[in-house]
């Protein structure tokens, strides 16, 4: 039986799943251990965002804001999906929360989330892709949502900043400056239309940066234009720019947050994941390692899977071994192929994080039940299995990021 069969067997093979656990009792904690391995989850309810936190994600326990003492971060976001604009670099979160604030936070061992340093723009700032083939200890390199459109150079002007993490300064900006299409589409009423960029990808191999974009109506504020667009140009001087583009998956998927829509496999080769505005369905496009044009023969196209089922800005992971966590398909790109569906395997209706992370060779992510109970799974890509560790509390609303603090 493949894949897509199983698929149409889902529910079925559901409501046989006798393995869940009861939800388990734990003493409320006075002080969060900070001593050994700490891992946190960005959780929002009906009255607020909150950080859970524990030593062992594998433990059989229930971890809550109400038993644990959830970490209160309410007051550092607008709104809680804002959690789509941060990211856990080493350990530390870093947010824009105001559209010029640029956090950077830790978790204390008395429970709190306490902001260490900040860097305040001068203008129109939230956190968007963070350029992680370069970033280090000492350095994010990190971008903002958006640019700004140069209409007399008919550019996308997008600062990257390197992110001092030690004190929060600057080290330096640099601007790559992506040209626009040179055509005016028309609306279906026959009204001009004036189209903007958005970068979805940004990707450094060796000594070359893509940068994934796509077009978006200005009118309507809808995708369009159904070509993949990437802009490739050397790193980190920005030279020798142009344009490789291909009409057959649709565009470069993603928006501008933090989650991640390329991953580059063993062999350096860069996969792009595609979507049609048409149908919704994705494809991956690959460049080459050592090439700069998307290459002619391949396309993987994945119409008949439902990726990113329930989590639009999913973040991809490279397992390694060939193999992509592409929520919540485990694949193997270079010879496309889907080897297994983790809804199957978990028994869930899928995971919603924007954040997940891999540990000693295993991936870690939460899923929700069909029985609307959110547990962490440990997937392990060598043999395709996964294992139940704790449960959250049901009452979450929704789950942002898996995080190993330390």
Known sequence: MNIKQLLATCFVATTLFTACKKSPNEATPDVIDTSGNLYS????TSNGSYLLTTNDLMKDTLLSPNNNKGIDITSYLPASFYGVYAYNHQGKFYLSNDGTRFS??????????????NFAFSGNFYLGK???????????????????????????EQPIYFMNTKNLTLNKTLTVEIPMIKYIPKQTNGQDDDPYIVPTSL???????????????????????????V???????????????????GFAAGHWEVNKTTFLDDNNDLYIMTR??????????????????????????????????????????????GKAYIC???????????IADLRLLTGSTGSR??????????????????????FVYEYNPENNTVKRGAEIDPGVADIYHVNKIK
């Open 41 to 44: 989850f960005w959780v929002t």
């Open 104 to 117: 950077q936070l830790e978790i204390t061992s008395e429970g709190k989330l306490k902001e260490t340093n």
């Open 130 to 156: 963070v350029l992680d083939e370069v970033s280090s200890a000492d350095e994010l390199v990190i971008t903002k949502t958006a640019g700004t459109t140069n209409k007399i150079k008919n550019v996308l």
């Open 203 to 229: 990707t450094v191999r060796g000594n070359k940066l893509f940068v994934g974009h796509k077009y978006k109506s200005n009118i309507t504020k809808a995708d369009i234009i159904d070509t993949t667009y």
């Open 231 to 249: 802009y490739v140009c050397d790193y980190p001087s920005l030279a020798n720019g142009k344009i490789t583009k291909d009409p057959r998956g």
């Open 276 to 321: 049609r505005t048409t149908t919704g369905a994705y494809g991956i496009l690959r460049i080459k390692s050592g090439e700069t044009e998307i290459d002619p023969d391949y396309f993987f196209d994945l119409k008949d899977y439902n990726v990113f089922a329930n989590s639009f800005a999913a973040n991809i992971q490279k397992l390694g071994n």
């Open 328 to 338: 919540p398909f485990v694949v193997d790109p270079a010879h496309q192929r889907v």
């Open 353 to 374: 994080t924007k954040m997940n992370f891999m540990e000693n060779g295993k991936l870690y992510d939460v899923f929700k039940t069909y029985e609307s109970r959110w």
